[in-house]
């Protein structure tokens, strides 16, 4: 079985600084891409930024030049380094990951979609 395990999450004023982590790990035959969203009280989760297997990164324009995707291919872990940091960037952080498999039947892996469990950031003074 597979899990994505979050932390890093807490509060901290604004201009402030937060690493978040999350650690992929089970039966894991290889992880492809992988990225985080948030999802702020009465909104939809939204894409923060995605980075692919050769580390190809994707942010939001809201987010672009303050954080920083980034991963650890032998860790199965990716990171996010968030900096001046908001009041708007309050939210459940979420990481996902497309990770693939090994199964039984041909063609003897699967790719899957995986989620974290959150990890709340909060930015106040």
């Known amino acids: 079985q597979v899990q994505l395990v979050e932390s890093g999450g807490g509060l901290v004023q604004p201009g402030g600084s937060l690493r978040l982590s999350c650690g992929a790990s089970?039966?894991?035959?290889?992880?492809?891409?992988m990225g985080w969203y948030r999802q702020a009280p009465g909104t939809q989760r939204e894409l923060v930024a995605t980075?692919?297997?050769?580390?190809?990164?994707n942010y939001a324009d809201s987010v672009k030049g303050r954080f920083t995707v980034s991963r650890d291919n032998a860790k199965n872990t990716e990171y996010l380094q968030m900096n001046s940091l908001k009041f708007e960037d309050t939210a459940v952080y979420y990481c996902?990951?497309?990770?693939?498999?090994?199964?039984?039947?041909?063609?003897?892996?699967?790719?899957?979609?995986?989620w974290g469990q959150g990890t709340q950031v909060t930015v106040s003074s």
């Open positions: 996902n990951a497309q990770i693939v498999t090994v199964t039984t039947t041909f063609p003897y892996t699967k790719e899957d979609d995986y």
């Open positions: 980075i692919t297997k050769r580390g190809i990164t």
């Open positions: 089970g039966s894991i035959f290889s992880i492809n891409g």
